[in-house]
């Protein structure tokens, strides 16, 4: 058993380590946003490069020097005698 000096200890120690766990949820918990806003972030700019590069496959296959001037050119064939 435990006297009234001892419960008062216990009881202290307790309550000072439910406020450890407060505190550490609450941090945890601006860390999780920060987290979510960086990968939101993450997430957009590799959107805008990925559309980027889309956009430049699609310049280079149509573009003045892409496909289209590749399948003009193949259609007269020069061959070289020797």
Partial sequence: ??????????RDRIVE???RVIESNATTGEQIK??????KLLYRVTLIGGLILLLAV???AIGPHGFNAVANAAKTVEVATP
């Avoid at 058993?1 to 216990?10: H, T």
């Avoid at 920060?34 to 990968?39: D, K, Q």
């Fill in 34 to 39: 920060t987290l979510f806003a960086s990968v």
């Fill in 17 to 19: 380590i439910e406020k």
């Fill in 58 to 60: 699609v310049y280079g």
């Fill in 1 to 10: 058993m435990c006297d009234k000096a001892e419960f008062a200890k216990l």
